[in-house]
C-alpha cells in the first residue's frame, strides 16, 4: 500500500521550524519504488518539468542500488533533494501515475529526496567535474535563486569563469528566504550552494544591480549575462482600508521569518498572540498561516474566494495547514479593513460562477452575505508580478512584455540586448522551482552554444 514518510505529531512540529515528515528507512524506501509498475509510457517522467528518470531511479532503489539510483536521479535535476521537498507531485509526476487512481501514487518525492540525503550521507555527491577551460570567457548571472543556481552549475562544468550576484546576503533566492524551514531547512540549500563554491562560482551578494552596479556595467564585465531575479512586486489588495498598518506583504513576512532562523534580529512580522488572517489559496499563503502557527499565533484564518477545489495551493499543504489548526474560510474575499493599525476585516461571501480563462469557477460577490472577522495582522499573499527591471537596472532599451516579464526569443533565451539572457519566473512569471531549474538548465545551452559562437567569432578575425 501506499505509505509515505511518517510526519511528525501536529503539535510538535507547530513549535519548531524542522521538516514536518521523519525520513524513510532504507526498507520502506525500497518497498515504496516497488511499487511503481514500470509502465510502457511513464506519464511521471512526462509531466515532470525536467523530465527525470522517475521509472528507472524507482527500479534501482527497489534493488537495493542507491547510489546508481541517485546517480540517475541528478543526471537531469540539479536539485533532486530540494525537489523532493517543495514540488507539488500531486500536481505533476505522482498524479499522472498510473496507479493513483486505484491504490495511491508511488510516492515519488518522498524516495527522491531519500536517495539524495542517503548520497550526502554517504559521499556521493562528488564535486563538480570540470570539462574544458573556457575561462577566457565569463558569465555574470543576476540572481542565485533555482534558475541563477542551475545555470551556474551546468556553465562551470562548460569551463566558463561563472560570477553569481545576489540582492541578499545568502544565496539561494526564495529557496532560502521565501520557503520557510518546516518545508526546506536552510542547511539542505546551503550545501548545494557550497558545492557550486568549491567548483569555482563566485558569489557577489549584497549586490542590488542597479544600485551599485548597473546592467550595463555588468556587460562590459562579462561576455555574457543571465538576468534570473525572479517576480517579487506584489499584487496589491483593492480594498478600502488596505493601507493600515499591520497589513503586510507574503515575501515580507516570511523573509523576516527566515531571518529570524538564521539568528537575526528582526522587527515586527511577528504574530505571536495575534489574531492573524491571510488572503490568498497558493502555496505562499499555505506558508504564511503555517509560519504564523510556529510563531505562537492566538488564531490564524486564511481567506480564500473561490472554494477548497478550486484553490490553486497543493492540497497536501492545505491538509498540513488544518491538522496544524488553521482555520480556512472559504468563499471569502475581504471587503474592507478596520483601523488606522487593522483591528478587523470586513468579509465578502463570494459564490461561484462560470467558469474562468483559467478553467476554474469565477468567484462572484453574494449580496446576502458579509461579515467581521477580528484580525491585529493582515497577510496579503495574492501572487507576484515582475518588477520594473528596465528602470530598476537603469536599462530602458531591455524589452518586456504587457505583464512586465522579460520578452525573450525563445528559442535562444536572449532579451532584445545582445548577449543577455532571462530565465525563470522573469521570462515565465510566477510558477514552480522546478520550472525555474528546467529554464536555468535550458539556458544554459542556449548561452554555451552563443559563446562557443562568438568565440569561433574571435578565433576567425584574430
Known amino acids: 500500500d501506499q505509505s509515505f514518510p511518517a510526519k511528525r505529531a501536529a503539535a510538535a512540529r507547530a513549535d519548531d521550524f524542522l521538516e514536518i515528515a521523519r525520513p524513510y528507512l532504507i526498507a520502506k524506501a525500497e518497498e515504496q519504488a516497488s511499487r511503481c509498475s514500470q509502465c510502457g ?26 547510489e546508481e539510483a541517485y546517480e540517475a536521479s541528478a543526471a537531469t535535476s540539479s536539485m533532486p533533494e530540494i525537489c523532493g521537498r517543495i514540488c ?16 495511491g501514487a508511488v510516492t515519488i518525492g518522498s524516495v527522491e529526496k531519500f536517495i539524495t540525503d542517503t548520497a550526502w ?3 556521493w555527491v562528488k564535486p ?62 546551503a550545501r548545494r550552494v557550497a558545492r557550486l563554491a568549491a567548483a569555482g562560482i563566485v558569489f557577489h551578494t549584497n549586490v542590488d544591480v542597479g544600485r551599485g552596479a548597473s546592467l550595463d556595467d555588468l556587460r562590459a564585465r562579462h561576455d555574457a549575462v543571465l ?24 515575501l515580507d513576512y516570511l523573509f523576516a521569518s527566515n531571518r529570524r532562523g538564521f539568528g537575526e534580529s528582526v522587527v515586527g512580522f511577528d504574530a505571536a498572540d495575534r489574531d492573524v488572517v491571510v488572503v490568498g ?29 478550486n484553490m490553486p495551493g497543493s492540497p497536501r499543504e492545505v491538509a ?14 475581504p471587503a474592507a479593513f478596520s483601523g488606522d493599525r487593522v483591528t478587523g476585516v470586513h468579509v465578502q ?19 446576502m452575505g458579509v461579515e467581521h472577522i477580528a484580525a491585529d495582522l493582515v497577510i496579503k499573499a495574492l501572487g507576484f508580478d515582475a518588477e520594473d527591471l528596465p528602470t530598476i537596472f537603469a536599462a530602458p532599451d531591455l524589452s518586456v512584455t504587457r505583464w512586465g516579464t522579460l520578452r525573450v526569443d525563445h528559442a535562444a533565451m536572449m532579451t532584445n540586448l545582445p548577449g543577455v539572457f532571462a530565465a525563470g519566473d522573469i521570462v515565465r512569471g510566477s510558477s514552480l522551482v522546478v520550472w525555474a531549474i528546467r529554464d536555468g538548465r535550458d539556458v544554459a545551452k542556449a548561452m554555451h552554444t552563443w559563446l562557443m559562437a562568438q568565440a569561433s567569432t574571435a578565433r576567425v578575425a584574430a
Open 41 to 66: 509510457v511513464p506519464f511521471c517522467q512526462v509531466h515532470c518539468p525536467l523530465h527525470n528518470n522517475i521509472p528507472d531511479w524507482l527500479r534501482l532503489t527497489a534493488e537495493g542500488r542507491l
Open 88 to 103: 507539488p507531485q500531486d500536481r505533476l509526476c505522482e498524479g499522472n501515475c498510473v496507479i493513483e487512481p486505484g491504490f
Open 121 to 123: 550521507d554517504n559521499g
Open 128 to 189: 563538480l567535474r570540470v570539462v574544458a577551460d573556457r575561462s577566457g570567457q565569463s558569465v555574470g548571472i543576476i540572481g542565485a535563486g533555482p534558475a541563477g543556481l542551475t545555470a551556474a552549475e551546468m556553465l562551470r562544468v562548460k569551463g566558463y569563469a561563472v560570477h553569481v550576484y545576489d540582492r541578499h546576503d545568502r544565496p539561494g533566492g526564495l529557496l532560502t528566504y521565501g520557503i520557510p524551514g518546516f518545508k526546506l531547512e536552510k542547511d539542505v540549500v
Open 227 to 250: 538576468i534570473a531575479t525572479g517576480v517579487y512586486a506584489a499584487r496589491e489588495l483593492m480594498a478600502p482600508g488596505s493601507g493600515a498598518g499591520e497589513i503586510v506583504e507574503a
Open 281 to 309: 489559496g497558493g502555496d505562499t499563503a499555505m506558508d504564511c498561516v503555517r509560519t504564523a502557527v510556529r510563531q505562537g499565533a492566538r488564531s490564524v484564518k486564511c481567506l480564500y474566494r473561490r472554494d477548497r477545489e
Open 320 to 333: 498540513h495547514a488544518e491538522e496544524e489548526g488553521v482555520e480556512f474560510v472559504w468563499l471569502s474575499a
Open 349 to 367: 461571501r463570494m459564490r461561484l460562477g462560470p467558469a474562468d480563462a483559467s478553467g476554474r469557477r469565477a468567484p462572484e460577490a453574494d449580496p
